[in-house]
């Protein structure tokens, strides 16, 4: 028996982005902006164990026992490491009911084809994103950078987006890199200056 993957729509995601948020979010009152993923996590009974090592193509993998292993050197960087959670978080509200209720244990007996295995990390990712940087609150953020970050002082276009995308991801606690693809999404930037800031 082979679990046959169907992806999401990115307003799908982003709805049950909104729902997990609400339903089980929490913000930092000293970095009010950046969404506590562990806490979130520990409100649904799931624990966080580390390990020193993993399969090299696997950071983090949750299992039935509610335990979410994560590799110890994601702790090096911290905007990684809340991406890895927010990650297995997203696989937890989108995918694992799909595998576990289907009598998978995991993704790899799932044995997803490469083409089905690629979108259900893409959609992970993309709803990691969205619970790290919720969609309102992340224009807002993005607003009001573009608003302190002049078009005088802050250089050529690209490089003031690439100073508002570098605030916005200090505000999240993300990457800058997640900042942008996140304005991207939402269409806050173009694809050129996303490349550039990829590259």
């Known amino acids: 028996m082979r679990f046959e993957y169907r992806p999401f729509a990115s307003r ?16 930092s009152p000293n970095h009010p902006w950046a969404l506590d993923i562990e806490r979130m996590l520990d409100q649904q009974n799931y624990q966080i164990v580390f390990v020193k090592s993993l399969p090299d193509d696997i950071e983090a993998f949750c299992a039935k026992s509610k335990h ?19 990650e297995e978080q997203a696989h937890i ?8 209720e289907n009598g998978f244990d995991s993704v790899r007996d799932a044995k997803l084809n490469a083409g089905e295995y ?6 992970a990712k993309y709803l990691a994103g ?4 919720d969609a309102l609150r992340f224009r807002q953020r993005f607003y009001h950078h573009s608003d302190l970050v002049h078009p005088r002082t802050g250089g050529s276009p690209e490089a003031r987006q690439r100073q508002i995308l570098r605030h916005c991801a200090d505000d999240f606690g993300v990457a800058k890199t997640c900042a942008a693809r996140r304005a ?3 269409q806050l ?10 590259a």
């Open 12 to 27: 799908s995601l982003e709805a049950t982005a909104v729902k997990a948020t609400s339903d089980f979010g929490r913000y």
């Open 130 to 133: 969205a619970l790290l940087m």
């Open 93 to 100: 509200l989108i995918h694992y009911p799909q595998l576990f």
């Open 184 to 186: 991207h999404q939402l």
């Open 68 to 86: 979410i292993f994560v590799r110890e050197s994601a702790l090096d960087h911290e905007p990684r490491f809340r991406f890895t959670l927010a």
């Open 118 to 123: 690629r979108r259900f990390e893409s959609d």
């Open 189 to 198: 930037i173009k694809q050129e200056v996303l490349n550039a800031i990829l």
